[in-house]
Structure formats: structure tokens, C-alpha cells
């Protein structure tokens, strides 16, 4: 059988004669004389290039052309067939749609019911279908989430529309974060089912969040700059701050007003931006003012830090910039980032090394705050982010200081800073407020406390009276224990107060020695006018302007179950706190 050469060689000579005769003289004298390899590489390119083998070459190139012309036409007929019945929404993690889909989704019973689930025991989001369990108690009492696995494609209905919803996630820069990303295909020519989902997701999201409020921080590693929701806090009732009488409202309804006046802005050319600047006493009731703002106003909070490592002029001009319109912005301790870098209570050495590394960087802000240096905001980077041509308008800006006078002038003017509230220590009005808030009864105990004074007045026995609260505790000062301690007494200036211990000496060998007050105790529930009557003389021994709100319901906290001891205690605690400041001034002077 004659090798692969010499069918090769054979092939050339008919190719390069024209008779077969001499072709087949020629082709027999060859297959007994081997030829090299150039003459097999020559005979090669002859067949190749003869004028039969061009001819053949190019016939298949055109039947190919043609047959893949073909199939990409008919694909592209394909694709706009099926785009023409079906449309197809794209959703990204980082826009406020998400969460409104996301959340509608989960209503959905083809969404729940998904059969490749993704499980998490992480906090409890509003778009991740809860599993239910009648497990509450205990520590493994976490509650159970899943939603439908990443990469897998899942089918529902609505209003007898057919839909196909897809969940994909990406890393970007470099892994070091993530981007989820929902695709929603709908079989319908008519764009306004599409609208009608985005309302109704948008609606149902806003009815799950109306008794909340969202908390945004910036993620430097997300969107290079942007916001990443945080967590929901339940709105807290404006009737719960304890200020000085007007300070509320004041704010409140200048906060209403400015949102409901964007018309007047855009009439007059004025940027539609506002600004409030409240300074004084540390733990006088700034930040918990602002949340119970954004609770009452329904809007949500943007934690805007300074001092975040890695934050320069570019980065807070970025993140102003991709603030909603109707929003709090929110800079705590503003002083802070300028005068003492990151911590105003012990401010350290700079350090002249620093690092370009984004692991380094990620390392660092994981393990903890990084060094002063890593605050790279200057001033003048921060009023071109408040007032600039790139600020965002819309928004309500709330700052916090407790060192007013530190701040520069350029920061405080009208336009950046429009209002400035000072908060004063507390003062015996705020004192009496805050005991009545922490024993009045609650709503359901109203009904109890004026039963009971029915009762009284109709002579009901007080066998009778004493069942119907005998699991409360009696806090008169007749019905203290005594105080059962395994060192010596100390002073009242030196330890909390006798009235904190629960020990009792028939328990002495039962129990173990504690100060405290335990939670499961609970107050006595005393008339209003009892009440009233026990808040008068606890704010009798508040001194005006000197403590705070913040230590006052601190010193509460650990009476909360003993109002009497409350009142009865007061007057050391307060001589305490006095003398431990004059000691922390005396050291700092």
C-alpha cells in the first residue's frame, strides 16, 4: 500500500499533467523513488492552487457564507420574534427599585415556593421569605431566610402574564465586593404591566417600611463611593424626646416647611437645600432628635463619616452627589474630622506610613479604625460638597458638635448651616418629663391604675386589691430589705445604694450576692398623681444646667423598677457625678 507521500506526490503530477497516462508512468516512477520533504511541501501547494482546487475552495466558501448569513438572520428574526412579545426589566442592587422588586417578589407564591433556595440566618430583610417556626426561645432562636439561589432562573404568573425572573451576582474590584443584579422577562407587548408591577412593588414596599426608617452608610468598595443600606430601625414617636419646651417643633416644622416648598426655590433661582447645625452638651438629645425627624417626616437617614479610612475631597463630593432628594443627611461629631482626626477622646501620633494596597486598605478596615492619617477630607473639600455645583438638592443635612465655637465661619454660614439649635444640659422641667416617661403606665395599665382607683374610692376589700397585683413589687421604703454585702458597707459616695440589692438575709445562704436590680422586676403601678407627685421631688434635686439627659436616664436605668429609690437616691448620685467632674477638670486644666 503505497504511504501518505506518495498519494500526496501522485495527486501533483496529475494536477501538474494533463493526460493520465503520463500521470500514471510518472506516479509509479515516484513511488519507488522517495522525495524529500520540500519537494512534498512544493507537490502540496500545487494541488492546492491548481485551478480545479481554487475553483472547489471557493464554491465552499460561498455555500458556508451563505448558510451562516442564514443563521444569523434567522437568529436575529428570532430574537426580535420573541423581543416583540416579551419585556425584559433589568435591576440593580444599588438602585432603591431593587429593594421595591425584591420585596414584591417575595410576596409572590411562586417566589416562595422555589425549589433551589438560598438559606441565611443573617437579620431579617423585607425581601427574603421567612420560614416559620414556633421555636422562639433559646439561642438557636435566630430567625431562619431564604431566597431563591443566585444564577438559577425561576417562572411565575401575573395577571395571567407570564414571567421569567433571574438572580445574578458579580465582583467587582477585584473581589472585594459584590453586585446582584434581578433580570425580569414578561410575555406582553404592553409596557404598561411593567409600570403597573413598579407601582405595586413600589406601594407594598413603602406599606412594609411606614412604622421604619432605612440607615444608608457609604461603601468606598462598592460603586467607587456609594451607599449601601445598613439596617431598619423602628421610628421612634417625637413624644419620646424630652427637650426644652418649642426646640421640637421648631425644628420639625421648619423641616416640613422647606420640604414642601421646592416650588418658591425653583421660582427664585435658589438652590433647594437646607442645613441644621446642632451643638452643646454631649448626651443632650441631638441624634435622637434626628431619628425622630425621619420617622415623623418618613425619610431616610444617610450616614455620611468624615472620617472613613480612605475618604478624600473626590470620594464626599461622590457620595453627596448620590443622595436621593428628599433624604437626612447625617454628620455626626463634625468637629471631630478636623481638629482630632478619628477620635476626639484620645487622639493619637500620625503616622508617616501609608499604603496604596487594596488589601492593605481592606485589612485595615476590617480589624479595626485606622490611623488619623487615613482622614484625607480637608475643609475646603467639604463646602464644595455641601454648596458646589455638584451638590445634591433636596436633601436636609444634620451636623453634630459638641465644640460649636471650634468650627470654622465658612462652614456655618447661611446656605450650609441656615439653623443652628444649641442643646443645654438638662434642666428640672426635662428631669420631671423623664421620670414620668420611665414609670407612668403603660396604655394598657391606664385601665388598670383607674380600676383600681375605683376600687379604692368604692371600698373594695383590700384582699381583693392585693390579688389582683400581687406579682408586683413593693417598693415603698417600709418594704426595702436590707442590704446583704460580702465586703464592708461602703459609702454612698463611693458604691450605688443599698436600695439597689436584692439580697435578702433569709437568703443569705440560698443566693448569691448581687447589686443590681434584676430584670424581671417589675414597677409598681402607681396613680398619675403619685406619679406627679414623686417627679416634682426628683427634679427638685436636679441641678439646673449640670448633668445631662443621657446620665440622668442612666441613673434611672438602674432604678427602673424603684421609684422611691429613685427619689431617695438622687441626691448622692448627683453630689457623686459633681465631684467626679470637678476631679476630670482639675486634670485636664
Known amino acids: 500500500m503505497a504511504s501518505l507521500q ?28 522517495p522525495r524529500g520533504p520540500v519537494d512534498l511541501m512544493a507537490s502540496t501547494f500545487k494541488v492546492l492552487f491548481s485551478a480545479t482546487a481554487l475553483r472547489d475552495w471557493a464554491i465552499l466558501l460561498a455555500i458556508g457564507s451563505l448558510f451562516e448569513t442564514a443563521r444569523r ?19 440593580e442592587e ?6 421595591w422588586i425584591m420585596h414584591w417578589l417575595s410576596k409572590q407564591p411562586s417566589w416562595k415556593g ?76 404592553e409596557h404598561g404591566i411593567l409600570a403597573g408591577i413598579l ?13 421604619k426608617i432605612t440607615i444608608f452608610v457609604s461603601d468606598r468598595y462598592n460603586s467607587a463611593n456609594g451607599w449601601r443600606e445598613l439596617a431598619t430601625r423602628p421610628k421612634r414617636p417625637l413624644s419620646s424626646i424630652i427637650l426644652d419646651p418649642g426646640i421640637t417643633d421648631l425644628v420639625v416644622e421648619d423641616v416640613r416647611d422647606f420640604l414642601s416648598s421646592k416650588a418658591w426655590y425653583a421660582e427664585r433661582g435658589i438652590p433647594f437645600r437646607r442645613g441644621y447645625l446642632l451643638y452643646g452638651a454631649p448626651g443632650s438629645g441631638k441624634t435622637s432628635l434626628i431619628h425622630s425627624i425621619a420617622g415623623e417626616l418618613g425619610l431616610n437617614v444617610y450616614i455620611v463619616s ?15 452627589s448620590a443622595l436621593p432628594e428628599r433624604c437626612i443627611a447625617l454628620m455626626e461629631d463634625i468637629d471631630a474630622a478636623f481638629h482630632h482626626g478619628l477620635s476626639r477622646e484620645f487622639p493619637q501620633a500620625p503616622s508617616t506610613q501609608t499604603s496604596d494596597n487594596p488589601e492593605q486598605q481592606q485589612d485595615m478596615h476590617n480589624t479595626g479604625p485606622p490611623a ?41 454660614r447661611p446656605g450650609r448651616m441656615d439653623l443652628h439649635i444649641e442643646f443645654k444640659l438638662a434642666s428640672r422641667f426635662q428631669a420631671e418629663e423623664l421620670f414620668k416617661r420611665f414609670y407612668a403606665p403603660s396604655s394598657s395599665a391606664f385601665a388598670y391604675v383607674g380600676a383600681t382607683e375605683s376600687k379604692r374610692e368604692n371600698g373594695v376589700g383590700a384582699g381583693e386589691e392585693d390579688l389582683c397585683s400581687k406579682d408586683l413589687i413593693d417598693l415603698s421604703e ?66 439646673e444646667r449640670q448633668l445631662s439627659m443621657a446620665s440622668l436616664q442612666g441613673f434611672l436605668m438602674m432604678h427602673k423598677t424603684r421609684p422611691f429609690s429613685a427619689v431617695s437616691d438622687i441626691g448622692a448620685w448627683v453630689e457623686k457625678e459633681l465631684a467626679e467632674r470637678k476631679g476630670v477638670e482639675k486634670v485636664d486644666g
Not at 421567612?130 to 401575573?158: C, F, M
Open 114 to 189: 422555589a425549589r433551589n433556595v438560598q438559606i441565611s440566618t443573617s437579620n431579617f430583610n423585607l425581601h427574603a421569605v421567612q420560614i416559620d417556626s414556633n421555636d422562639d426561645q433559646g439561642a438557636h432562636s435566630r430567625k431562619v431566610t431564604y431566597l431563591p439561589a443566585v444564577s438559577e432562573s425561576y417562572t411565575l404568573w401575573y395577571h395571567y402574564r407570564w414571567m421569567k425572573v433571574t438572580r445574578t451576582i458579580e465582583s467587582h474590584h477585584g473581589g472585594w465586593s459584590t453586585r446582584e443584579t434581578l433580570a425580569m422577562s414578561i410575555m406582553t407587548r
Open 306 to 320: 468624615l472620617s472613613r479610612s480612605g475618604l478624600d475631597d473626590t470620594g464626599l463630593s461622590e457620595l453627596i
Open 94 to 99: 444599588d438602585d432603591v427599585s431593587f429593594q
Open 372 to 412: 488619623p492619617t487615613g482622614n484625607r477630607v480637608s475643609l475646603s473639600g467639604l463646602l464644595n460638597a455641601l454648596d458646589g455645583i455638584g451638590a445634591q438638592e433636596g436633601r436636609v443635612l444634620f451636623a453634630t458638635t459638641n465644640r460649636y465655637s471650634s468650627l470654622d465661619s465658612a462652614l456655618c
Open 73 to 91: 438572520l434567522l437568529a436575529a428574526l428570532w430574537r426580535w420574534l420573541i423581543n416583540s412579545f416579551f419585556i425584559t426589566a433589568v435591576f
Open 199 to 211: 407601582q405595586d412593588a413600589k406601594n407594598g414596599y413603602i406599606e412594609a417600611q411606614k412604622d
Open 478 to 543: 417600709s418594704s426595702m430589705p436590707p442590704v446583704r454585702s460580702s465586703s464592708s458597707s461602703p459609702s454612698p459616695m463611693s458604691s450605688p445604694s443599698p436600695s439597689l440589692s436584692e439580697k435578702t438575709e433569709e437568703n443569705d445562704s440560698a443566693g448569691p450576692s448581687y447589686v443590681g436590680v434584676s430584670h424581671r422586676a417589675r414597677a409598681p403601678k402607681l396613680s398619675l398623681d403619685r406619679i406627679n407627685a414623686l417627679a416634682a421631688q426628683f427634679a427638685l434635686a436636679v441641678p
Open 6 to 33: 506518495q498519494v500526496v506526490e501522485q495527486l501533483a503530477l496529475l494536477a501538474a499533467t494533463g493526460t493520465n497516462g503520463t500521470a500514471s508512468a510518472d506516479a509509479t516512477s515516484t513511488m519507488s523513488a
